[in-house]
């Protein structure tokens, strides 16, 4: 809570702390010179003096260059701490709190690609529900573990589902390990997890997943790998992970699971039968995460 | 007679005191501007490698300097204010080491890892330069300043008298 006010203007923080109930807060989205919009109990609103309010010309208007302010704060002024995950478009702060930033595209001299005049920022609160994946656990899991995707759109809380069940899996002595590339499972910050993944996990935060399945494997040896959002280049480490016998429990965008299977990218991945279950999560706005069906592989 | 002398030893007294101070000023700018070198250093150590904010850097690097300490204790409010504005005060420092000063805490964290590197190494000679003038000034000129300041003030003493 104290690493999130620390990034906001001191206006929003009083609202919030003293108008909102924190826990419900799933992202506030900041752009230079328009109103503030705020992601609360799984509805936008616009942030204003009274609290929330759906009237975009009572919101509170970001200053301009407000989105450069929260990402100097968020690097505590060093810009080189964040260089790295800024280039992927996003930062991530102590407390699980990843950001999202806009702006303009630029090239360093070395060729390499990268932000500068920040135009938005989308601040995002991580959020543990213990249990949520009680249900997934127990319906593909509790007999042995198999491989697993599971199919989300963003935001619909398969980060939240895969944390749990990475706890739930842990728990139970399996060695779990951990690919957090981008900072939002376990929200490591000074080698520590912030939340709640298990007592048998390892975790390697913000590596590349092809990097982390190659040098975890052989430096780790764990029984499952567990990792948010495949994308096509993860596909070659992540068939070569599953023939050296490791579990591997995954994430990826999609709408459901045929609209997964429509996606020329993944077609190996189906061909290959790498995973033997798929779990569709619901596409309720924000943070529901709810499980609405399961699907083997042939059917 | 006995007055006399005395006053020939307090006028000695104050002018080997004004010595004193004059060779803690070489020390105290000496103390300063190699604690700079040694930030400088320590910064670059870490970008290499861990890469942790300047201001967690220095919050754990320590100094004899006091008032090198007292414009790190600066930087860090600055780090974590949202202000944006950052005051290096002078002390004891003349404008030319002021402005430097005020120059490398501003460009701390301003740019991407490597552009940082090559900064601070300009910085770093910039700094390592004005520190062996330091070092040459203290040497020839600190225990020289005691004793003149000791024998103006005897002269004076016996030119008084």
Redesign the interface.
């Given at each position: 809570m104290k690493d999130f006010y620390?990034l906001i203007?001191?206006k929003l923080a009083e609202v919030i702390s003293s108008r909102l109930a924190f826990d419900k807060i799933s992202e506030i989205r900041i752009r230079n010179a328009c109103p503030v919009r705020i992601g609360y109990d799984g509805t936008y609103y616009y942030l204003c003096r009274n609290g929330l309010t759906k009237d975009s010309s009572s919101a509170f208007v970001a200053a301009d260059g407000e989105a450069e302010?929260i990402v100097?704060?968020a690097?505590?002024?060093?810009?080189?701490?964040v260089?790295d995950t800024l280039r992927r478009g996003y930062i991530a702060v102590t407390g699980g709190i990843r950001i999202g930033v806009c702006g303009s595209g630029v090239v360093?001299i070395?060729g390499t690609p990268?932000l500068k005049n920040f135009s938005s920022v989308n601040i995002r609160l991580p959020h543990q529900v213990l249990g949520c994946a009680a249900g997934v656990h127990a319906g593909l899991l509790s007999s042995g573990l198999c491989n697993v995707l599971l199919i989300s759109p963003p935001g619909a809380g398969k980060t939240t589902v895969l944390r749990d069940l990475c706890r739930l899996i842990s728990d139970r002595g399996t060695n779990v390990l951990l690919c957090d590339e981008r900072y939002e499972i376990a929200s490591a910050g000074n080698g520590a997890p912030t939340l709640d993944v298990g007592a048998c996990t390892d975790i390697m935060s913000g590596m590349d997943k092809r990097e982390v399945f190659e040098i975890g494997i052989a430096s780790m040896r764990p029984d499952v790998i567990m990792t948010d959002e495949l994308y096509s280049r993860d596909i070659d480490a992540l068939c070569r992970a599953v023939h050296c016998g490791i579990f591997v429990i995954a994430t990826v965008h999609a709408r459901n699971v045929a609209d997964f299977k429509a996606k020329p990218e993944y077609a190996d991945i189906i061909h290959k039968k790498i995973f033997a279950r798929y779990v569709e999560i619901s596409d309720a706005p924000l943070r529901s995460g709810r499980i609405t069906e399961a699907f083997g592989n042939d059917e | 007679m006995t007055n006399k002398l005395f006053i020939i030893a307090l006028c000695a007294a104050v002018g080997a005191g004004a010595g004193f101070v004059m060779m803690k000023a070489y020390k105290r700018r000496l103390a300063y501007l190699s604690g700079v070198c040694d930030m400088i250093s320590e910064l670059k150590r870490n970008i290499s490698y861990r890469k942790d904010s300047a201001a967690r850097v220095l919050g754990a690097f320590s100094t004899s300097s006091a008032q090198l300490k007292k414009n790190i204790d600066e930087y860090i409010a600055y780090s974590e204010s949202k202000s944006g504005t950052l005051a290096v005060s002078r002390g004891f420092l003349s404008g030319g080491d002021h402005a430097k000063v005020t120059e490398l805490f501003g460009a701390l964290g301003n740019s991407d890892g490597p552009s940082q590197m090559a900064r601070l190494d300009a910085f770093s000679g910039v700094f390592g330069e004005l520190k062996e003038r330091a070092a040459l000034k203290s040497e020839k000129y600190g225990a020289l300043s005691v004793k003149l300041g000791f024998l103006f003030g005897l002269g004076v003493g016996v030119l008084f008298l």
């Open positions: 620390k203007p001191d302010n100097m704060r690097c505590e002024r060093s810009l080189y701490t260089t360093s070395d990268t | -």
